[in-house]
């Protein structure tokens, strides 16, 4: 089965991915970005805080609803509800929120005023890898762990490069961030397993999965799987190898927050290679990862 992909370049999706990089501390190569939209990042983070709203969580849902939702005040509204729940949304909340939400776009516009422009340049080398090399890699990898694990369809988002290659899997969503890089940023590590690596997460919140792992962990413990997964695919195709160095430098390369790299790497290696020989369920593989990474 081929995953239909739609392809979307978003001024508010690349403008909301910023300003949870910012937030959350990230080093943002994009330095004229970053400055601009320093001050509205804060005071939004700074709202959530007086409102007592999951940050995190917050976050998390804008960044993903902004790509598909351009009127603020229903953005506002409708990532409180995903937040808190309906019966705990307050519609002044929502308008502060709003606010905030048009002072970013703001601030981001001044910075990048032609980014559409500009991702649908940075896009034709990714479709074009994607489409040479992507539906044969997401084949091996269901070979390799299960045949419901890759989707019929996703959203593949892309977003302005302020990490200098990095993405988010929107499981809910079934969508992706991905920072729309003109250049592979590790030449061992072609753009387009990125992009297989974060499209074989979305499935994962699914019962037959993840019905054993607490659902906030369940990103963690997709993210993890499937980066040896993505590379034993890649190696079968001979793009790639499995090892402990090119499961590090993927790691760095596609900003996985890990703090103690040579151990993560073994881990996950020691991890893929049991299930691999006891040809075990993904899905028991996947929860003793989960309990792995505590």
């Known amino acids: ?48 805080q007086m409102n007592k709203i999951d940050r995190e969580r917050f976050l998390e849902h804008v960044s993903a609803l902004a790509c598909n939702i351009e009127n603020n005040d229903q953005l506002a509204e409708t990532t409180l509800i995903k937040t808190l729940g309906k019966n705990n949304t307050d519609i002044h909340v929502a308008h502060a929120l709003s606010g905030r939400f048009a002072d970013l776009e703001s601030a981001f516009h001044q910075a990048c005023p032609t980014v559409i422009d500009e991702l649908a340049v940075r896009a034709e080398p990714l479709q074009n890898q994607w489409e040479a090399h992507g539906p044969g890699l997401l084949h091996v990898l269901a070979q390799m762990t299960h045949a419901s694990l890759i989707p019929e ?16 899997a929107d499981l809910p969503y079934n969508s992706v961030r991905m920072e729309a890089v003109l250049a592979d940023p590790v030449a061992e590590l072609p753009e387009y397993l990125r992009l297989a690596w974060l499209i074989s997460q979305l499935n994962l919140d699914i019962p037959v999965f993840c019905e054993r792992i ?5 990103p963690r413990a997709a993210a993890f799987a499937m980066l040896p997964a993505v590379l034993a695919a890649a190696e079968e195709m001979g793009v790639a190898k499995l090892d402990q160095a090119t499961v590090e430098r993927a790691l760095v390369a596609w900003h996985v927050e890990w703090t103690m790299l040579p151990e993560i790497a073994q881990m ?24 792995m990474l505590d």
Request: hydrophobic share 50%; proline share 3%.
């Open 214 to 218: 607490p659902g906030r962990r369940v």
């Open 1 to 48: 089965m081929q995953t239909d992909l739609r392809w979307l370049a978003s001024m508010s999706g690349s403008c909301f991915y910023a300003a949870r990089a910012i937030i959350r501390g990230e080093s943002i190569i994009h330095r004229q970005l970053a400055e601009a939209m320093r001050m509205p990042a804060h005071r939004l983070a700074a709202e959530l």
């Open 268 to 291: 996950l290696l020691n991890w893929w290679n049991t299930y691999r020989a006891k040809r075990s369920r993904f899905s028991l593989a996947l929860t003793a990862l989960d309990r």
């Open 153 to 168: 369809r996703a959203d593949v988002v892309l977003v302005i490069p302020i990490l200098g290659g990095g993405g988010v």
